[in-house]
DNA sequence: GATGAATGAGTATTCATTCAT
DNA sequence: AATGAATGAATACTCATTCAT
């Protein structure tokens, strides 16, 4: 078979057109998102035909849940490994700020598709989430009920709080990186939060 | 011809076909966001045909927009109104989280159509949040500056949090606001933030 | 009644605004052609409402008729008066090319509805034009019997390609009637036709 | 599923389907012209489903385009060919009044698409009848310069004359070629010009 | 596995026409 | 007669998905 032809049959490995399929799913969600990109640009962009894409996914919202799930879990197991369970609770905010700056430098893409609005991925994110909310309002909870934070913090907020605020200032930086450096981010990311002091009330 | 036929001619009042055209698109966009409405589903919520939606709009997202402006006028009023001008920066904050959360209880429809994802108002919404992001970010910067709070506090990345977090604990109570008591969110969004205590570094 | 009001009812003359509806339609048809032009155009352009349009006319293509037909008639009429029938046949070919040349400076608007392409008259025309086109091939029928004109003429054609020539010319002409003085597309047009000249072969 | 669902895939040749759609749409645009006929009439005709018209086309004006440019240029190469540029004047007018009889003998449709009214070419042909019209006015202003012919003609006059004539001389011939046999339209085309013949005023 | 033409349900939008007021 | 809101059929175009080759 000559090199020159065109393309039929089994040829290249399945593998690497699956992977291909994968990578430009990735680049046009994270550039469009799901709703404006057609499985047709996904196999243009990936250099197939379009029926191929049917050869490798069931459909087109199959690819943009193995990609947001590839990225969740990447993410977790990087959030993970920044908060060893064992770890002292105070230790745990910025190694985690750190792993999701990092992951943002990593993967600008997956930032965009996981968190940017209308990207499609509103459903798929939530869980995942939920659970990094929860994971980090069970350590406050903890620091609720001996104390260390005054009791009017209601732990399911600051759950949604710390993640609407995380997720909103990674997407923002990785947008462009250069605004600032990421230690700065990291930084502000660490302190804003409670720190046990108990305010007074406003009005005071 | 018999008197059960299909009203035609100028039965109706206009304004109160414009009104529940409104009300259906508010309700309907709220429930799945923009782009899983059609205008056929909004006309026929509304209890008329279809081409009547376009004696009243110009397109599907004339009608968007106007639902979002209003939507959007109606927030910045009231934080306005909570935050006047000549305000002690400390009395901020407390009466801005009541004031959202007041309109997150009146309005439900318009927290999820502005700030749930997949809304279709992610481009709508972007000018007015970030001003109101701009607007607690300068109390803060000011408050940096007078070393009131820590220099490590980015006064761009805290305005980027502060909406981030608001949004999301909104958009969540909202989504069932007997979750929790109102003045339970109040309370735990009012504390959460710098208190002007310089933390200890971490590892210390 | 202040006369400052919305006129509603039998304000002013029914026979007025059936007069400006068929102004207007003269006039948007003359510009783009009776299937670019809306009955909401006519009306507006009338200033009256939409329904009122049906008051005075079964349906748009009514009003177009109505347009055509009345051109049509001035036009017929004009061309009847420049050629009475007694008239000798030479005498007859230019005092039609004026009467055309004068319809067309006096009725630009009718001149592009009857003749100029697109403009939704196709049907309408036909019969009037052929009657013409028959009349003028008529004399040129005589003129053959007689042996005034070749034999190898034949008059169907002969009409056909005069009304074609008239029509083209002077619908060009009307489009911008600076781009020629009257009398020299009326001279031309009185020399184009068989001059009872047998020409020679082409070859010879 | 039985094997008498409708066909799927790649089955019938594209090319053949591109031709079957450039076909029907010869047919029904001849027929009833552009805007008479949808997208789905066309589709409908060629045996195919609405949306496959879209894989080859772009849209239905493309279509349209696409016949009305392959029948003026087949048109233009007859006429072209009919008059070799280094050809005698006179020997000019009866080889272009053949070509062009012969070409609506061949092409009854492309006659009907271009010439008739609302056939929705108005646009499409003029710049190439225009060409044509020049070029014949071009010979004649020749003539008229040399004395050869008078000069009360006007050359553009005159191009918009014989242009007129000659598109709705086909056009009506081309309906019902059994009108007349071609010879006869020849004949009738040809001697239908001025003969350098200078008229006695009609009056004299 | 790969191909890519074909499919057809889905959707925004237009506009001639009606008729209660 | 005049009004103008309402009607709804019509239509161009999109795109996820299928399947014969």
Known sequence: MSSSEKPRGGTRSPT??????LESGQALFAEKGLHKIT??????????AAG???NHFPDKSALFREITNEALSELTRRLDEASPSGAARRDTVRPQAEALISFAEDHREWIRILFSRES??????AD???????RIAETRRQSIATGEMPAEIDADVLAQALVGMWTRVVTWWAED???????RVI???????LQGSHPRP???
Do not use: K, S
């Not at 690497?16 to 399929?21: F, G, K």
């Not at 499609?120 to 994110?125: C, R």
């Not at 990186?177 to 230690?183: A, K, S």
């Open 52 to 54: 191929t894409f049917y």
């Open 177 to 183: 990186p250069n605004r600032l450096p990421r230690d």
């Open 202 to 204: 406003e009005g005071a």
């Open 128 to 134: 995942v989430l939920l659970e990094l909310a929860n």
């Open 120 to 125: 499609g991925a509103a459903a798929v994110e």
């Open 39 to 48: 499985t047709h640009d996904i196999a243009a962009h990936a250099g197939v």
């Open 16 to 21: 690497l057109t699956r992977a291909r399929l």
């Open 187 to 193: 930084g502000t990311l660490t302190r804003i939060q």
